[in-house]
T-cell receptor, first 112, second 114 residues
Framework: NAGVTQTPKFQVLKTGQSMTLQCAQD?????MYWYRQDPGMGLRLIYYSASEGTTDKGEVPNGYNVSRLNKREFSLRLESAAPSQTSVYFCASRTEWNEKLFFGSGTQLSVL | AQTVTQSQPEMSVQEAETVTLSCTYD???????LFWYKQPPSRQMILVIR??????QNATENRFSVNFQKAAKSFSLKISDSQLGDAAMYFC???????????FGKGTKLSVIP
């Protein structure tokens, strides 16, 4: 099983450029999440989707947009990248019956 | 808002010894879940153990166990017979039953000394 697939693994952007991080899960999970991880800050929730067709802001949503395209896919878009968005981004989905969170392998994003 | 505090940025343990990582949290909820996640250098996040707040019995998973003190809002992780593969960042996390949000602590970096 692939689990949670996240692309790309690495990306370098210039300030002002846009990009979309893709995420797909094959576990039929309703809930999906986008986190960012910064040194000394732990993981902070950007956006989440409780089910297909719904999205909600997390702790740090500014500068990001998301789309829950279908049950499998949940993408994160940076419309105008800023150096403050340099981070490692993780997508995750959750099994509801046992609360287990499955993470993708992360995207290392650098904004110059 | 709920907060999760890990007061030990770094810890070290001798191989085969026992180490305890601390976690405290702040919430007004009575029904919630607590988790410990491990992040090795590969960057993958791995669930180590989970605890349901309404269960008084402490969760255990092989060499990993927790000391859950609900009144004190404390959730520590004990690793017994530490192995080199246990070296990683460890994150404590909290989720209220009625919420979709999972709140993480800032992490504790564990080193295992051969």
């Amino acid at each position: 099983n692939a689990g949670v697939t996240q692309t790309p693994k690495f990306q370098v952007l210039k300030t002002g450029q846009s990009m979309t991080l893709q995420c797909a899960q094959d576990m039929n999970h309703n809930s999906m999440y986008w986190y960012r991880q910064d040194p000394g800050m732990g993981l902070r929730l950007i956006y989440y989707s409780a089910s297909e067709g719904t999205t909600d802001k997390g702790e740090v949503p500014n500068g990001y947009n998301v789309s829950r395209l279908n049950k499998r896919e949940f993408s994160l878009r940076l419309e105008s990248a800023a150096p403050s968005q340099t981070s490692v981004y993780f997508c995750a989905s959750r099994t509801e019956w046992n609360e287990k969170l499955f993470f993708g392998s992360g995207t290392q994003l650098s904004v110059l | 808002a709920q907060t999760v505090t890990q007061s030990q940025p770094e810890m070290s343990v001798q191989e085969a010894e026992t180490v305890t990582l601390s976690c405290t949290y702040d919430t007004s909820e009575s029904d919630y879940y607590l988790f410990w996640y491990k992040q090795p250098p590969s960057r993958q996040m791995i669930l180590v153990i989970r605890q349901e707040a309404y269960k008084q019995q402490n969760a255990t998973e092989n060499r990993f166990s927790v000391n859950f003190q609900k009144a004190a809002k404390s959730f520590s992780l004990k690793i017994s017979d530490s192995q080199l593969g246990d070296a990683a960042m460890y994150f404590c996390a909290y989720r209220s039953r009625g919420s979709y949000q999972l709140t993480f602590g800032k992490g504790t970096k564990l080193s295992v000394i051969p």
